[in-house]
């Protein structure tokens, strides 16, 4: 399981926790300290002492596409589980991702959306099978989290070399996704939510929003739409 973080420390702890209630047990909890300044790093120490299974490593902050790649590339499992800080695993995430992906590259599901008010919302994401990549970014607003949301993806560790590109702060799902429709990987949907994604200040922003269309805009350049 790969995980970045930057001063998440309020749900660090929730994340963490998930992970290591998975009924599969033999697993690696990779975490990159993505240069922050509260405590995140007091609790990682706390996670590594408390449980093998759980590692970090400390970067100097550098953006989260660095941040994941550091930890793709250090992870030492065949397959890889992609996590976000904000989000929580059903217990079962990892057994029903590993029987899925027997025929295929990538696997991913739906999930659970918890607003900040208490509402939530049950997201089912698209079926990437036969998609190009000008059905990605020939839309108004590409969302990663209805294409393919990263925090419920596992993969073959094979299809995370050179995935992401370290120039871009935000959006790395996005620009993962596009690489792997390149490579002609093939996708298997998991029709049941396996993670709960937590709305909070930690992934609201709307400069955040705004560096996301920038972003966008820029791949449809380069795709010459």
């Not at 590692?55 to 902050?61: E, L, R």
């Not at 250090?74 to 025929?103: F, V």
Request: net charge positive.
């Amino acid at each position: 399981i790969c995980i970045p973080t930057y001063n998440g420390v309020e749900v660090l702890p929730d994340c963490i926790e998930s992970c290591l209630k998975q009924k599969y047990k033999d697993v690696e909890i990779l975490i990159v300290n993505d240069g922050s300044t509260d405590s995140t790093q007091d609790i990682l120490d706390f996670y590594s002492k408390k449980d093998s299974r759980v590692k970090s490593i400390k970067i100097k902050h550098s953006g989260i596409s660095v941040a994941r790649q550091t930890a793709v590339d250090n992870a030492k499992g065949e397959y890889i589980a992609i996590m976000d800080t904000d989000c929580q695993m059903e217990p079962t995430r990892l057994t029903e991702s590993l029987k899925a992906i027997k025929n295929a590259d990538v696997v991913y599901s739906e999930y659970i959306w918890v607003l900040r008010d208490g509402r939530i919302a049950r997201v089912t994401p698209e079926d990437m099978n036969g998609k190009e990549i000008k059905d990605i970014l020939d839309r108004k607003h590409p969302n990663s989290n209805q294409i393919v949301p990263n925090f419920t993806i596992m993969a073959k560790k094979k299809c995370f070399k050179n995935v992401y590109r370290p120039e871009f702060k935000v959006n790395d799902d996005l620009i993962m996704v596009m690489e792997w429709i390149k490579r002609g990987y093939k996708f298997k949907f998991i029709k049941r939510p396996l993670v709960m994604h937590f709305e909070t200040g930690y992934n609201v922003s709307s400069a955040k929003y705004k560096e996301v269309l920038k972003i966008t805009n820029q791949l449809r350049k380069e795709e010459g739409i």
